[in-house]
């Protein structure tokens, strides 16, 4: 055996030749080897006998090169994870899309559940445009991230125990507030928009006198509007988003009449008051549409399929296919299916005896069937021209105690009055204040009028 080991010690070393640099840094270790080898063989003497006071020579292990040499140490570094980001399409799911940049299913979906879990998103409120960046390894998801709104990024982990972890980061933003007001051009869309406005103060300001004013037939070149909103900037003083409509005025010919935003403390409930106090809501919607025109008004009428003359039950709103419509009032849904002439048809019932009807649906809204609770403005359906229609369009009917209705000259109930709340009114006229001290910080000109000289709201 010690004559193996000598043998071994005095086999000559090959001729070196041009080495990479990862086997010279092998050279080292190769060296330590050999000095452990003829230091055993000194141990055991020349002649490969034990020398006096040593123990039995063993064999020794491979050298440390050789055991520590694998094919991992000639492979190149790592490749570098990939990043994928795209938006998300309309009509499609957030798994949709994350599986589009790449990611297995499973995987998508499992990640996307972490934040459904923690409610750090809706999945039923996503918008066309949401970005999102995937971290893909070899073909498996390993990080995600989610643009959720302008200033707030949503994080999705993969950790070393298979588990995912979600985290939403939200960036330190500066509220401020803005003011646009000028006599509308051509529609107050256009105007708003121009002047730095967004779609959502648009559309918050529809809503608000939805109640009372019809913008297809009601507004006239002079009107005049004004806005006063949120905005939000980060620690850059770049503008980051738009928030809540906190005043609106519309003074015109059909209407003047202004409103503030107000959340009260005893139902924590958000609505838009006139300068009185009393809720800009009311008991129905006068058009539960926006962007429509009155295509036909309710009224005796020759029917343009049929040819005959007769009632006319409810107004026809044209708009595009695919139009939102929204339930008129709080209610229950007592049909929702396809009916005759009517087509895709939608009858809600309400308090006091009232009922709304809206017919030619291209489709119903998700989840909506019969006997379910809906709430004033909440998405029921989409403009569509199903049953007897000639085009796109909503026919919208309104009830009371089983006889059709006028919606367009109908006197609706009025909603909240503070002043039936003195504590109440006390916060509202404080907020009021405090909402019209902006806006004189912004420009306005302020007419101050106390309460009781206020003329009665119509």
């Known amino acids: 055996m010690t004559q193996d080991i000598q043998n071994q010690a005095e086999t000559p070393a090959p001729e070196r030749r041009g080495l990479s640099h990862g086997v010279k840094s092998l050279i080292a270790l190769a060296g330590l080897g050999s000095l452990s080898v003829i230091i055993g063989l000194l141990a055991a003497g020349p002649s490969g006998e034990r020398g006096p006071g040593t123990a039995e020579a063993a064999v020794p292990p491979p050298p440390l090169a050789a055991r520590l040499l694998t094919a991992t140490d000639f492979a190149g570094p790592a490749p570098a994870a990939d990043r994928i980001s795209g938006a998300l399409r309309r009509k499609e799911t957030l798994t949709g ?44 998801l390993r990080a995600l991230t989610v643009k959720a709104e302008p200033g707030r990024n949503l994080f999705i982990t993969h950790g070393a ?19 646009v007001a000028a006599p509308i051009e051509t529609s107050i869309y256009e105007t708003a928009l121009k002047l730095g406005a967004g779609d959502q103060q648009v559309v918050d300001f529809a809503s608000v006198f939805a109640y009372d004013v019809d913008f297809q037939r009601e507004i006239h070149p002079g009107d005049s509007f004004e806005m006063l909103y949120e905005t939000f900037t980060d620690e850059t003083g770049t503008p980051v988003k738009t928030g809540n409509l906190l005043y609106a005025s519309l003074n015109g010919k059909a209407l003047t009449r202004s409103f503030y935003r107000f959340t009260s403390s005893d139902d924590g409930e958000t609505d838009y008051f006139d300068f009185n106090g009393e809720s800009a809501t009311k008991f129905l919607m006068k058009t539960p549409i926006n962007g429509a025109r009155i295509s036909s008004s309710f009224g005796n009428r020759k029917h343009p399929i049929s040819g005959y003359t007769r009632l006319h039950k409810g107004t026809d709103f044209a708009a595009p296919t695919g139009t939102p419509v929204y339930a008129a009032g709080n209610g229950t849904v007592e049909w929702a299916a396809r009916k005759g002439g009517y087509g895709n048809y939608i009858v809600i019932k309400h308090a006091n005896g009232y009922k709304t009807a809206y017919a030619h649906l291209s489709r119903y809204a998700r989840g909506l069937k019969s006997g379910r609770r809906v709430r004033q403005g909440e998405v029921i359906g989409y403009v569509g021209s199903t049953g007897a229609s000639t085009g796109p369009h909503l026919h919208y009917e309104v009830y009371i105690k089983g006889a059709p209705v006028n919606a367009m000259t109908l006197k609706l109930p009025t909603g909240r009055k503070l002043a039936e709340s003195p504590e109440i009114l006390e916060e509202f006229l404080s907020a009021r204040q405090a909402i019209d001290t902006a806006r004189a910080g912004s420009g306005a000109s302020l007419l101050t009028v106390s309460l009781p000289e206020n003329p009665p709201s119509p």
């Open 97 to 140: 899309l994350v599986t589009r940049l790449g990611a297995p299913p499973t995987e998508a979906a499992a990640a996307l559940q972490t934040l459904y879990d923690r409610e750090l998103i809706d999945p039923r409120r996503l918008l066309p445009g949401l970005e999102a960046e995937a971290v893909l390894d070899d073909g498996h």
């Open 161 to 179: 125990d298979g588990e995912w972890t979600a985290a939403a980061l939200n960036a330190r933003l500066t509220a401020n507030v803005q003011r």
